[in-house]
């Protein structure tokens, strides 16, 4: 800054060139310099909140195998999708969640007070755009408001047929109100992952989260505003050609490990875990080339809308072999086997992996 203030005009030549670049240069570090003194000072405020929830007793399913998924996604290897470049800044002592539009009583709650009526549960959040076998998916113990406890104070008005979840910036995605409501739609008003407050990529002070909608359909993070509307309401996506119907996360098995046995040669370990919220996963089956499905061991259940992990021991001849993973709920719901892309209405197919014996 000092050097582009001592250059009244743009020099010409070499010289001059070296000049600007310079300038560039100092005013890029600069820039960076601020923005990550900014992100200290946010991320302190964040720490000051103190702990949300729980983790401190971490979860066990009986299931311990190298390479297999954790029970428990930490914030950090936690998959991120946005549209915005960079996370808002906000400050938690002066943020306040607004419930408004067509409500009896509307309310405006600070992270104290929505922390004083806040439970945790654990849930696998998918990224409608996660395909067979990819890592777009993350399992954590969330804290967070039942929306249908929000509800209940504000006594929505019968006309209000949309909840729209607003992020700070405008962005808005809109859930049906009855089911809310009712608490068909199991919904919450999260502030707290893993027993800390939300991650600032993760939607620090607070998002909505429908455990087995995808991710794009679930709500919005940087929460402002939850407004009480008709059915005038356009959102994000929808303006953008997804589809109105909510999106619900299809079954689904991802292999994490295959470890070789430590005894006997042609013994192969395999593992991953698998997920069908919100009913919960009611069996995993592996097919090896192209043979029958036959069922895997499952570890203990954290929760129906949290992911399961799953181990089994084949013999294999020496060779190539192709294993293939699907998983079922317990809503009778079986993995669909065709493969379909993510737009519109989420991706199907089976992961499949060729090991070497």
Not at 28 to 56: C, Q, Y
Not at 57 to 76: H, Y
Not at 174 to 199: C, D, F, H, K
């Amino acid at each position: 800054a000092v050097l582009a203030a001592g250059l009244r005009k743009r020099p010409g030549g070499l010289l001059g060139a070296l000049a600007w670049s310079a300038v560039g240069a100092g005013l890029l570090a600069a820039a960076r310099t601020l923005h990550r003194d900014h992100d200290r000072l946010r991320d302190s405020a964040i720490r000051n909140v103190g702990p949300l929830g729980g983790i401190g007793l971490v979860p066990d399913d009986g299931l311990d195998e190298p390479g297999l998924s954790p029970l428990i996604t930490t914030a950090g290897r936690f998959y991120v999708a946005d549209v915005n470049l960079r996370p808002p800044r906000i400050d938690p002592d002066r943020w306040r969640l607004a419930v408004t539009g067509m409500v009896a009583h509307p309310l405006r709650l600070s992270l104290a007070e929505l922390a004083a009526d806040a439970v945790e549960f654990d849930a696998v959040m998918v990224c409608v755009h996660n395909r067979a076998g990819q890592g777009r998916a993350g399992n954590a113990r969330w804290m967070g408001v039942p929306l249908a406890h929000l509800l209940k104070h504000a006594i929505p008005d019968p006309a209000a047929t949309r909840l729209v979840t607003r992020a700070v910036d405008g962005y808005t995605i809109s859930l049906p109100v009855e089911p809310l409501r009712t608490g068909e739609l199991p919904g919450y008003l999260v502030i707290g992952m893993n027993g800390a407050p939300l991650p600032p990529e993760h939607g620090f002070p607070a998002r909505v989260f429908v455990p087995g909608l995808y991710g794009q359909y679930t709500g919005a993070k940087w929460l402002s505003e939850l407004e009480l509307t008709d059915d005038s309401h356009t959102d994000y996506w929808v303006r953008r050609g997804w589809p109105t119907d909510l999106l619900w996360v299809e079954p689904h098995a991802r292999i994490d490990t295959t470890a070789p046995g430590r005894t006997i040669a042609g013994t192969l370990t395999v593992a991953g875990v698998a997920w069908a919220p919100p009913h919960g996963v009611a069996e995993v089956e592996l097919s090896v080339d192209d043979g029958p499905w036959r069922p895997v061991d499952l570890g203990t259940e954290l929760a129906p809308a949290a992911w399961r992990r799953w181990r089994t021991t084949l013999e294999l001849v020496p060779g190539a072999h192709t294993l293939r993973a699907r998983a079922t709920s317990r809503s009778g719901q079986v993995q669909e086997s065709a493969t379909r892309a993510p737009f519109p209405a989420g991706p199907t197919g089976i992961h499949t992996i060729t090991v070497q014996v």
